[in-house]
């Protein structure tokens, strides 16, 4: 989400007009959740992802009209069977998507967007509310509202209907209010890390809705279709089914991703952790005890790897609480994930 806000900020000092691709309201299995953001350029290219397949193409469509009318639109989407399953999903979904047209000439376009920006860079608190269009009003307004009150932008709403807004709890990443017969969509800005869970087993079933509570967007990872679905795991947490774990997709991995390791084997295990040491995130961690740990270093070694690589690896995971349920062992991970969240806002 930072690379995205970043990107907006960039078109914007360069007087680019773009469309802002934003699920704001979902049911059933789709590929991406509510705040799943993409960048629609006059050029035609494209930032982000709202998940790919025919959602992804209707949308980005219907952007390069909105590029060329400057009238935003919200773009409704039905996924069938059929569509599902060409995303590696299990049944269809439906939503709404918000096609926004950010003109830049507009200066309080580039004051509100460079502020949210900084405000998921420096690990800040904040709400960006859009004011859905109407007949009486075809564009959308933005207002943002950091964690010290001092809005960005303007708003045609009374100071009333302002304050229930800054109200509103963060009870997801986005929501959508409806106040005075306005409808409004509110997102709720903060660079909490991503946690990535490799494996869908019974102690990761656990661990996502923590996970969730906490603040971390959640991704779970696994290659069975009957354990990485949306049955088993809450309409928040976003669930990639994988053709192997040998060669996982593309990620976006960087400091503020948490890399969890609870497949249903050591082979797995090992396999994602070769993976995971090669890139950038902030937290690797891996289940099992000091025996199994142990075995899979050596082996890792063989491979080239060295005591600074296993240096990274928490393991045995999580806080050591005398966990041994799956409810437990949920717990004492996330707390360890948000133990090494905070230390790393403080050194920021």
Sequence with gaps: MKKIYREMVELLHKKENFVVATIFDQAGSAPRTTGAKMLVKTDGTISGSIGGGRLEAEAIQAARNVLTTGRPIIHTFLLTGEDAASMDMIC?????????????????????????????????????????????????????????????????????????????????????????????????????????????????????????????????????????????????????????????????????????IVTRGHLHDKTILAQALKTGAGYIGMIGSRRKRDKIFEALANEGFGKN?????????????????????????????????AAKEKCR
């Design 92 to 260: 269809g979904g439906q939503g709404r998507v918000l096609l926004d047209f950010i003109d830049s000439s507009d200066e309080s376009n580039r004051l509100i967007f460079e502020e949210a920006y900084e405000v998921i860079a420096h690990n800040g608190r904040g709400r960006l509310i859009t004011a859905l269009f109407s007949e009486q009003n075809p564009a959308t307004q933005h207002l943002l509202i950091p964690q010290d009150g001092n809005a960005v932008g303007r708003f045609d709403v009374s100071g009333q209907v302002k304050s229930k807004l800054a109200s509103v709890p963060a009870s997801a990443s986005v929501r959508t209010e409806t106040i005075d017969d306005q409808q409004f969509v509110i997102e709720f800005l903060r660079n909490a890390g991503t946690v990535y869970i490799f494996g869908a087993g019974h102690v990761s079933q656990k661990i996502a809705p923590v996970s969730e509570m906490a603040g971390f967007k959640t991704v779970v990872l696994d290659d069975r279709a009957e354990y990485a679905n949306r049955e088993r795991f809450p309409w928040q947490t976003e669930i990639i089914l994988l053709e192997s774990f040998d060669r996982l997709p593309q990620l976006s991995v960087d400091e503020d991703s948490y890399m969890v």
């Design 309 to 341: 690589d296993f240096d990274r690896v928490y393991s045995p995971i999580g806080t050591d609480i005398g966990a041994e349920t799956p409810e437990e062992l949920a717990i004492s991970i996330v707390g360890e994930l948000i133990k090494v969240r």
